[in-house]
């Protein structure tokens, strides 16, 4: 089982914590971790915005990911929502914690 982290980013509402627990009920997520009180500076329909958002950091499988990104983009109020799949080095990680997010997600 090859770990990954799902990092996404959200506006500071709700809508991010219901996707949370809806991924880690469905076992596509081992943990999914909200980090509140960001700011995102960014070009959009070639303005600059700036926007308050918080990050999402969801702990699963690679196997999941395809799952947890289209969980991710149903319940995302953006119409381009950040989503990046980052692969965990397993040789520098805890193993009892990836095995962990093994047993959660299979």
């Known amino acids: 089982m090859t ?3 799902v990092y996404s980013t959200w506006p500071a509402d709700d809508v991010v914590s219901a996707c949370a627990r809806d991924l880690v ?4 997520a081992a943990c ?3 980090i509140d009180g960001g700011r995102s500076t960014f070009r959009w329909d070639d303005q600059i915005q700036e926007e308050a958002e918080c990050v ?3 702990k699963t499988s690679l196997n999941q ?4 990104r289209t969980a991710i983009v149903a319940a995302h109020p953006y ?3 950040c989503i990046l799949v980052l692969p965990i080095d ?3 990680s805890n193993p009892a914690f990836l095995a962990w997010i093994a047993k959660e997600t299979e």
């Open 3 to 5: 770990a990954c982290l």
């Open 79 to 81: 119409d381009l929502p």
């Open 32 to 34: 999914a971790t909200i």
């Open 56 to 58: 999402l950091l969801v």
């Open 25 to 28: 009920e469905a076992r596509l």
């Open 90 to 92: 397993a040789a520098h």
């Open 65 to 68: 990911s395809d799952n947890v």
